[in-house]
């Protein structure tokens, strides 16, 4: 009578290794590593190897997936900026009127960028590298947030009134949000709110106070 053998057990990985990924996930892994550096310690400070070495990888697998520091930080702000200019959009449909625009822009904004620090400095810090094309992806964001501000506001000013005003308020809401990051305040869904709904309140009611020139 033949013996059945007992099935061989099932292979797993050494203790210690880390899990093979595939080319996509390794490229999500590798910008959400970069993202994070780029955002701590600013563009000039942060060296391809150190991405490398956050992401337990190699330099040379690293440049498979990105020629350059200057590449892989203009995908990361493209991305950046999308998220914000998606998030910002959805707001700006689901308002019911100008009040709506000014809470629901600013409740996404803060939404998107507090709870997401590492995207505010890559796309406002102050360490941002000199670069045309980064400033065209920024200007980008920032032209679509000052269309959706003056979209707001009251319609018997002037366009140049407007877009000054729409200026005013964005450089409001990027200021409070410096502060509350660089406070290290909390970032838990009724933080968030609170601090849209005190930005929103004060925009809100200067601009019911406008009167023409």
């Known amino acids: 009578m033949n013996k059945i053998s007992a099935p061989a057990p099932a292979r797993t990985a050494a203790p210690g290794r880390p899990r093979r990924l595939g080319a996509s996930q390794r490229r999500e892994q590798l910008v959400a590593t970069a993202r994070r550096l ?11 190897e150190d991405i490398a070495n956050a992401a337990g990888v190699t330099k040379p697998l690293l440049y498979q997936h990105f020629t350059s520091k200057r590449a892989l930080y203009l995908e990361l702000v493209h991305q950046v900026s999308g998220e914000l200019l998606r998030a910002l959009t959805s707001a700006h449909r689901r308002a019911g009127g100008p009040r709506g625009m000014v809470e629901n822009g600013f409740g996404a904004y803060f939404e998107l960028i507090v709870t997401h620090e590492d995207s505010f400095r890559l796309l406002f810090g102050r360490q941002a590298p000199d670069d045309p094309e980064l400033f065209v992806a920024v200007r980008q964001v920032e032209t679509a947030v000052l269309n959706m501000v003056e979209a707001s506001m009251p319609t018997y000013i002037s366009p140049e009134h407007r877009r000054l005003l729409a200026y005013a308020m964005v450089g409001m809401a990027e200021g409070g949000t410096r502060f509350w990051v660089e406070q290290s305040r909390a970032t838990s869904p009724a933080d968030v709110h609170q601090l849209a709904e005190r930005v929103s309140n004060v925009a809100w009611f200067g601009l019911r106070g406008v009167r023409p020139d």
């Open 38 to 48: 780029f955002g701590e310690r600013g563009y000039r400070a942060t060296t391809m």
